[in-house]
């Protein structure tokens, strides 16, 4: 607390509640989010005109390695099927129209938008997302400890997407300098500016990753 | 998003059935291009499921393609006859492939300097070709747009033109066309296969988009439920000599303000036959034929590029603002001109 300031203002104590964070209490909710199945199949003979009430379609996703069925409205896309479906929250929701990078995950090993790609085609490949990074003793992948140590976010909202497309950048052999390093994650924006840092936690993690 | 119905194709004749028989049984409107149908087909989504979640297009059935990646339609080879794309090739693998890159390296260029990698891993050259504009009025639908709503007007011709073409524009719209990939492709004399309901077609590039005119809604050659399966670039000793330049506002993951496509076969010092084609800065890919003209048979320096880029925007059009685009445009032609002249070309 600083001088001429009334007691309290400067430390105000707020009452944690440990059993429902933010986090666990959109991740409880989102999970209603999945419509009743109904006969029609992905592959199945194609209604000609689209239906007027939209019905669930099933959709097998692979997600960091556990096979997951869900029932869906055909429309919605790998990034809601994975936030309000399974309750995988990293991903990030940015733009929802591929401008801004947030949504990225791995589609079979390559990075790719999840916010345009609609759930169903996802079916049958595997899907990593920055849940699936963690090393199995629960250690930090590499790419996460450089982004912690270089400090290389703020805000933190395109952090999730920008480590897995770091990720994909330094396996495709594209982070040899800095100036590649900001050619190939140009798709991933930063709204914070934290580029520098971000450019100096994948100049530091490349060796550890190839 | 409106609704819409979901099917996979096992093959291109089976995903071209599936898109032609939902056009039967749809709605009684009249389907005048392929952009409007109310079958499409889904690849890697880049662009119709953006205008989609805008409702700029309603499909009313999405017949997923994805998975002919893997077959022909996904391969890419090079012979001494010339290099053949199937269009489910990915931009990513064609701009990483060891041919494309070093006897075709406008292709290459082209498409490592489009997008950014996400989408470049997702999009597949068919779709990439078709790709819509990025005309703000076109993506809104709160405004008049004759390519969106033939007839209701043109937002963009007294708004905010700053992007927009110069060239190949009508009185009912000036939306440029905003990809690169298909001007290499252009600038290369390339052929486009297209399978249909009627059967397999092929045509050149240079057929495939129209100009606006009157119907800025028929953006193509292509009919409802065909589908582009390959482009053949015929082989020739000048496809080494050509590269891809871009120009925007910054250094990446933007569309082009001006880009130009350059082929050149020089010899003995002199222009023997050029392919140029300019981006950002026209309706559709623009074959700059005035410009090839202007240099057949002369020393490519700076003057004759000076003079072939004055020709190419001779017939220029600007509007409020977007009238830098033909400074900028001329100054991109001449830079990749000099440039392709400079490049060393092994046999």
Known sequence: MTEGEPPGAGRMEVERQPEVSRRRFLAGTATGAAVPLAATLPGAPAAAAAPAVPEASPVDLVVNGQAHRLALDIRTTLLDALRDGLGLTGTKKGCDHGQCGACTVHLDGRRVLSCLTLAAVADGHEVTTIEGLEQADGSLHPMQQAFVDTDALQCGYCTPGQIMSAVACVAEGHAGSDAEIREYMSGNLCRCGAYPNIVAAIRRAAPKES | ?347
């Not at chain 2, 009313?60 to 890419?76: E, Q, T």
């Open chain 2, 1 to 347: 998003m409106q609704p819409f119905a979901y099917t996979r194709a096992a093959d291109p004749a089976m995903a071209v059935r599936a898109a032609r028989d939902a056009g039967r049984r749809g709605e009684a409107v009249p389907f005048p291009g392929h952009a409007g149908a109310p079958g499409q087909f889904l690849g890697g989504g880049t662009t119709l499921l953006d205008l989609m979640k805008l409702d700029v297009m309603r499909p009313a059935l999405l017949v997923d393609i994805n998975g002919l990646g893997a077959g022909p339609a996904g391969r890419i080879s090079a012979g001494p006859d010339g290099l053949r794309l199937g269009a489910m090739a990915t931009m990513a693998e064609t701009e990483a492939h060891e041919a494309v890159r070093r006897d075709y390296p406008v292709i290459a260029q082209a498409l490592a300097q489009a997008a950014s990698p996400q989408l470049r891993n997702m999009a597949r050259l068919g779709g990439n070709v078709l790709q819509r504009t990025r005309c703000a009025y076109f993506r809104n639908t709160s405004w008049p747009c004759n390519k969106r709503r033939p007839g209701s007007g043109c937002a963009a011709i007294g708004g905010q033109n700053r992007q927009h073409a110069v060239l190949g524009t009508s009185e009912q719209c000036i939306a440029s066309y905003p990809g690169d990939f298909a001007n290499a492709l252009l600038a290369l004399d390339a052929t486009v296969e297209v399978l249909g309901p009627q059967g397999a077609r092929s045509l050149p590039m240079a057929r495939l988009h129209r100009q606006p005119g009157e119907r800025p809604d028929v953006e193509t050659d292509l009919q409802p439920a065909e589908m582009i399966t390959a482009f053949t670039v015929p082989a020739a000793p000048r496809t080494r000599r050509s590269l891809y330049l871009k120009i925007r506002d910054r250094d990446s993951y933007a569309f082009a303000l001006a880009s130009a496509a350059v082929v050149l076969d020089l010899a003995d010092g002199r222009v023997r036959g050029s392919g140029i084609a300019l981006g950002g800065v026209a309706t559709i890919p623009w074959r700059a034929v005035h410009a090839e003209e202007v240099l057949l048979g002369r020393p490519l320096t700076e003057r004759s590029a000076e003079e072939a880029a004055e020709a190419a925007f001779a017939l220029a059009i600007p509007r409020e603002h977007n009238a830098f685009k033909l400074d900028l445009g001329r100054q991109c032609l001449v830079r990749a001109l000099l440039q392709a002249a400079e490049l060393e070309v092994r046999g």
